[in-house]
């Protein structure tokens, strides 16, 4: 199996001659994130983190997506934390997207390559390195866990894309697949963080509207996404931050195939009283 190559942000700032009109738009229902816009200027740095700095691409924020945050990580040679996650119920994905980087997850090392995943349970007990002489470039995503009497919490896992067979959609013709790394049957875990694929040509041939929240980055190709009543171009490197319920389809026009790191909330109940399960009560 060919191994996968992925878009990562390299930063910088665009000339004085750029003219300032660009694609980025933030609507009640949906936001696009391009990929221009992640100028070194607009990047963020957390505690306990050396070496590092970060692009925030998504957050909660009340009235809008309020499940999770998308973080694109940028770890220098030598950087790293010992001291990662300060939030005890808070659970995450890691997928790099250009580089390798030592995962030291429970007391086990982990040699992550381009393709890499982890998931990180809450309470894991974790820290992060990059001994390589390059900048690894990662996404980590994080949710406040949602505890549920009599089910276990998931355990953590190392595994890479390429490991992995896609899943395609039925009666799809194998255009559309899904690279699956949790069992969607495994009531631990209650978000997914996937890859889809679409090959050239390739649709959602309906308006998806679901109660379900997405982050969904771009990792190759370009496509046309029907958000909300807008038609949208996006190409590689591109966010786009999807609220619960807004109507959703794609089209792969383009000339290669169409991929994208895909997040959404799953196998809950809706919460009636959203206060007490974000702050690690066990419902």
Not at 100 to 107: K, Y
Request: glycine share 8%.
């Amino acid at each position: 199996m060919a191994r996968n190559t992925y878009y990562a942000p390299q930063g910088g700032l665009p000339p004085q001659t750029q003219i300032l009109s660009d694609r980025a738009v933030f609507t009640e229902a949906y936001a696009i994130i391009p990929k221009g816009v992640m100028s070194d200027i607009v990047t963020s740095f957390l505690p306990f983190w050396e070496g590092t700095r970060l692009w925030v691409i998504a957050r909660p924020m009340t009235g809008f997506a309020e499940t999770f945050s998308h973080y694109i990580m940028e770890v220098s040679p030598q950087g790293g934390s010992e001291k990662p996650e300060l939030d005890a119920g808070a659970e995450g994905v890691l997928f790099i997207v250009e580089g390798e980087m030592t995962l030291t997850l429970e007391g086990e090392e982990h040699h992550m390559v381009t393709g890499g995943y982890a998931y990180l349970p809450p309470s894991a007990q974790w820290r992060l390195k990059n001994y390589s002489d390059a900048p690894v470039r990662f996404h980590w995503i994080r949710k406040a866990y949602q505890f549920v009497d009599g089910i276990a919490v998931p355990d953590a896992f190392v595994t890479n894309e390429n490991d992995i067979e896609p899943t395609a959609m039925p009666d799809t013709g194998d255009v559309w697949a899904t690279t699956r790394f949790a069992d969607p049957a495994d009531m631990r875990h209650d978000m997914h963080v996937n890859i889809v694929t679409f090959q050239p040509g390739g649709i959602i041939p309906f308006d998806e509207t679901h109660v379900m929240e997405h982050g969904l980055y771009v990792l190759e190709g370009k496509a046309v996404y029907h958000l909300n009543q807008d038609w949208v171009e996006v190409e590689a490197g591109d966010y786009m931050w999807l609220r619960a319920f807004c109507p959703q389809a794609c089209y792969a026009g383009g000339p290669s195939r169409f991929r994208y790191l895909l997040y959404k909330d799953v196998n809950r109940h809706m919460l009636l009283n959203p206060s007490s399960a974000y702050r690690g009560n066990r419902l």
